[in-house]
């Protein structure tokens, strides 16, 4: 199956850092997706980016489906950024699961 | 839009008990829904993806007669626990997805809408 490995997995940041958040995948895929789960739990939709670049705020995202790897920019960093961020690949349309990846915990302190 | 609810969000039982997780899609009809396992500071793992009206297809190393799902609406997906034991203690999450072209949704997008999750301790 495929992997998904992302980095790095843990990170520090004081308030309005910026930082860079890499999602590789082993094979390739045609759905990707960023989430970040709070530290309650809560899983949030960021991004649906199986190619190409979105911005949404401070929060972007640039996905290079043919060298099978994407990132996750987050600028100005707050502290309710705090959690962790998990891609995740499917290589279906409306059939298939997603597979997460491994994650990368970010803490934010003031 | 695109709320999903779980309820329990937390659940203490005793071991050899048999416990029930509803999973709702309260704003969308949802033919597909997931059912995933997290383990503290770990990744999530998908259980089983289960179908309105049909049986729930699950992941290679789960065991179905001892994860048993119903998803017998568009709206509610239902995992129950049987005879539970420590080792099923973790946090249990589900996901609905909209059909394809749903109105209200995002054109050419194929996502998933996750709940809050359960937390289950078996004692």
């Known amino acids: 199956g495929i992997q998904v490995e992302q980095s790095p997995p843990d990170l520090i940041l004081q308030e309005g850092a910026n930082s860079t958040l890499r999602c590789n995948f082993s094979d390739s895929v045609n759905n990707l997706q960023w989430f970040h789960q709070n530290p309650w739990g809560q899983l949030i939709n960021l991004f649906y980016?199986?190619?190409g670049t979105k911005q949404n705020g401070r929060l972007s995202a640039t996905t290079v489906a043919t060298e099978r790897y994407s990132l996750l920019y987050i600028s100005s960093s707050q502290t309710t950024d705090s959690g962790v961020y998990f891609c995740a690949v499917g290589r279906g349309w409306n059939t298939d699961k997603l597979i997460f990846g491994t994650g990368t915990r970010l803490q934010v302190f003031p | 839009g695109a709320v999903v609810s779980q309820h329990p969000s937390r659940v203490i039982c005793k071991s050899g008990t048999s416990v029930k997780i509803e999973c709702r899609s309260l704003d969308f009809q949802a033919t597909t829904m997931f059912w995933y396992r997290q383990f503290p500071k770990q990744s999530l793992m998908l259980m089983a993806t289960?179908?309105?009206?049909?049986?729930?297809?699950?992941e290679q190393g789960v065991e179905k007669d001892k994860f048993l799902i119903n998803h017998a609406s568009l709206t509610l997906s239902t995992l129950t626990v049987t005879s539970a034991h420590p080792e099923d203690s973790s946090f249990y999450i589900c996901?609905?997805?909209?059909?394809?072209?749903?109105?209200?949704?995002?054109?050419?997008?194929?996502?998933?809408?996750f709940g809050p999750g359960t937390r289950l301790t078996v004692l």
């Open positions: 980016i199986p190619s």
């Open positions: 996901s609905a997805r909209p059909p394809p072209g749903l109105a209200g949704f995002p054109p050419g997008v194929d996502t998933q809408y």
């Open positions: 289960s179908n309105e009206g049909s049986k729930a297809t699950y």
